[in-house]
């Protein structure tokens, strides 16, 4: 089972899979006689701590598995070739339960961009580097396709909008989606909550790459809802293409926040930065705009959430 378990953040905050989703499927598999594996690429135990897994690991008698601690496989797709996790690589049946979120980067976090965490974590900070957006989709699914989950669950009974994926609003859906194929949960949330599917990348690469069981957009709207209810619309920060995309992204970088009375100095945002544009100076992170490209890992890892973007709902 592939968690999304992206740092130690409480359930509440709903960035990552709800202990209580995991507790429900770990208790039907064990009735099921399975052997279940649950795993997640991870820095420390307090993130399972925080998130609320560790009870449920105790509660079962059940080791985690951490996927760095198992090594790494190269497999090579479209002509890149990705440290992929053996352990993955090598499970018999994967079970994949994403959190449903907005992401300030990809739009959405899903089921395609859940399978970006089996890759090693140094490749994930370079990757970070594919500044166009369809460049970046083109690696989200390539890692995807190299093990496509053979069942989906998507936690989206508490998602979040806003500034996810981290630190965004805690948004009640009551969904819990499965699915066989990820590309089609993938669709069916972003449907059921207002996305325009057509400005999506990561799914229209996907699509494009027919890594889904279906093959025609025909195929695809039998699966969706009609209409979308109202009160299931996600707030989402505007979607630019091109030129647009990049004077936004310049706006954004103005909007570049850190909040030293809630910074604990821990350094993790400027480890993991790929262009280098954090710096720890008098133990404080401080930002050179001119170096940032606004990848947002440094928001997106950011265990207390003080950094930010500067951007009021209206």
């Known amino acids: 089972m592939k968690l999304n378990l992206l740092g130690p953040l409480k359930p509440e905050q709903a960035a990552t899979t709800h202990p209580a989703v995991v507790s429900l499927i770990v208790d ?6 399975c052997e279940v594996m649950l795993c997640e ?6 993130t399972l701590k925080e998130t609320g897994i560790l009870p449920v690991l105790e509660q079962y008698n059940l080791p985690f598995y951490n996927l760095r601690e198992y090594g790494y496989t190269d497999i090579e797709v479209a002509g890149i070739t990705y440290k992929y996790s053996s352990l993955i690589a090598m ?6 339960i994403p959190k449903f979120k907005t992401h300030m980067l990809t739009n959405y976090t899903g089921a395609i961009k859940n399978m970006f965490g089996c890759i090693k974590k140094e490749q994930r ?11 970046f989709a083109n690696v989200l699914c390539s890692i995807y396709s190299i093990k496509k989950p053979d069942i989906v669950i998507m936690d989206a ?3 979040m909008e806003g500034m996810g994926p981290s630190f965004g609003n805690p948004k009640y859906l009551g969904k819990l989606v499965l699915g066989t194929d990820g590309v089609l949960v993938d669709y069916y949330c972003t449907n059921m909550t207002g996305f325009d599917i057509r400005q999506l990348k990561t799914l229209q690469q996907a699509m494009k790459r027919e890594l889904s069981i279906l093959k025609t957009p025909q195929e695809f709207s039998l699966y969706c809802p009609k209409e979308v209810d109202r009160n299931d619309e996600l707030y989402r920060l505007p979607i630019y293409e091109s030129g647009d995309r990049k004077t936004y992204i310049s706006v954004l970088r103005r909007l570049f926040t850190i909040d030293y009375d809630v910074c604990i ?11 280098g544009a954090i710096e720890i100076i008098d133990k404080k992170p401080k930002n050179n705009r001119n170096k940032c490209n606004l990848c947002i890992c440094c928001m997106e890892l950011c265990p207390v959430g003080a950094i930010r973007l500067s951007i009021k709902k209206k």
């Open 28 to 33: 039907i598999l064990i009735s099921l006689d």
């Open 41 to 46: 690429d991870m820095d420390s135990i307090n």
């Open 91 to 96: 499970c018999d049946v994967l079970i994949e």
């Open 125 to 135: 900070k370079e990757t970070h580097k594919f500044l166009d957006e369809t460049d």
């Open 157 to 159: 009974i508490v998602a």
């Open 265 to 275: 100095r821990c350094g993790k945002c400027a480890e993991v930065c790929p262009f």
